[in-house]
C-alpha cells in the first residue's frame, strides 16, 4: 500500500520521507522518497526532527514503538498522525490521530471502497500514475504451496508480496 500512498502524496504536491531498513532505501527512493531514515537508528527520531517542521505521518506499522516515536516527533509543533492499528499511547494535545486501515473502509463506506478499489485505482494503473508495487514471490504449488509461502513470510521478507495461485492446480 505505500506504494500507492507515495504516489499520492507526491501528485497532491508533497515530499516523502521514510523509515525503513538500510537495505529498502533505494526502493523507497525509486517509489519517489526524497529522504530514507533507518529506524535501527537509536537517534532516529533526532534526525527526523532536522528536517524541519513535519506536519503529517502516515505510521504503517503502528506496533513495536514506533506509534510514540511518531509522537516524539510531532509533539514539539503538533501535527497528525495516521495508523494502521488503534492507538493505545499517549497522545498529545496538539497532534490529532486518526486511524485508517483498508478494511475499516469498506466497512464504514462501501460506496468510498467501491470507488477507491473499483474506479480509481482501475483508471491510475491504467495511466501509469499508481505504480504496481512491491514486488511478488509466488509460491507455487497452489493451495499446496501455502506451508512455502508461509515459510518464506517466517523467514522474513521485506518490500514483497508472498502471493500464491490458489486455482494453480485446477479449481473444482
Not at 47 to 65: F, R, T
Not at 91 to 97: L, T
Not at 126 to 151: C, F, N, S, Y
Amino acid at each position: 500500500m505505500f506504494s500507492q500512498l507515495s504516489c499520492l502524496i507526491l501528485q497532491a504536491g508533497y515530499h516523502v520521507i521514510t523509515t525503513a531498513s538500510k537495505h529498502n532505501h533505494d526502493y523507497l527512493t525509486s517509489l519517489g522518497a526524497s529522504k530514507n531514515f533507518d529506524y535501527h537508528d537509536s537517534d532516529v527520531v533526532e534526525q527526523i526532527k532536522k528536517e524541519g517542521k513535519i506536519q503529517v505521518i502516515y505510521d504503517a506499522i503502528s506496533e513495536n514503538g514506533s506509534i510514540e516515536k511518531c509522537m516524539q516527533v510531532l509533539q514539539p509543533h503538533g501535527g497528525k498522525m495516521v495508523a494502521v492499528l488503534p492507538v493505545n499511547a499517549t497522545v498529545p494535545d496538539n497532534v490529532k490521530v486518526y486511524q485508517c486501515f483498508g478494511g475499516s473502509v469498506h466497512k464504514t463506506s462501501v460506496a468510498l471502497g467501491k470507488w477507491l478499489f473499483n474506479d480509481f485505482l482501475k483508471e491510475a494503473l491504467i495511466q501509469e500514475t499508481i505504480v504496481t508495487a512491491p514486488p511478488v514471490k509466488v509460491a507455487k504449488g497452489g493451495l499446496r504451496g501455502v506451508p512455502d509461502a508461509l515459510a518464506m513470510q517466517k523467514k522474513g521478507v521485506s518490500a514483497t508480496k508472498i502471493i500464491i495461485h490458489p486455482c494453480e492446480d485446477g479449481c473444482t
